[in-house]
């Protein structure tokens, strides 16, 4: 499998949007599509890894499917607002960095034997 920027992933939601899609959903409706899909992969890890179960008959989805529609509706709305994802991760990233510094290497919670949740 071939590795995409997100440049690119930019690039092709917008060509499909185009030639597919035929325009953007708003920018509020985008918002509660991307609600919507988050939902749908909270019902996923709350069921897989969490304490919930699915009912008889509910087929378990697919986890990768649900994240990448989670980021097709975002990169919809970096799209539609001018954002550069790219930057926008990187500036992120450097705040988190310089910010987090000694904040997690500090916190006793977060100590690399202990497992999540324990």
Partial sequence: M?????????QRVD???QSVGVRYFTE???????VEEVGELARILSRSYGEQSY?????????ADELADVLFVLICLANQTGVDLEQAFEANLRKKTE???DRHQNNPKLTKDQEPGS
């Fill in 99 to 101: 910010r987090d510094a």
């Fill in 15 to 17: 060509s499909w949007i």
């Fill in 55 to 63: 009912k008889p008959g509910d087929a378990p989805a697919e986890l």
């Fill in 28 to 34: 509020l409706t985008n918002l509660a599509q991307l």
């Fill in 2 to 10: 071939n590795s995409i920027t997100l440049a690119d992933a930019q």
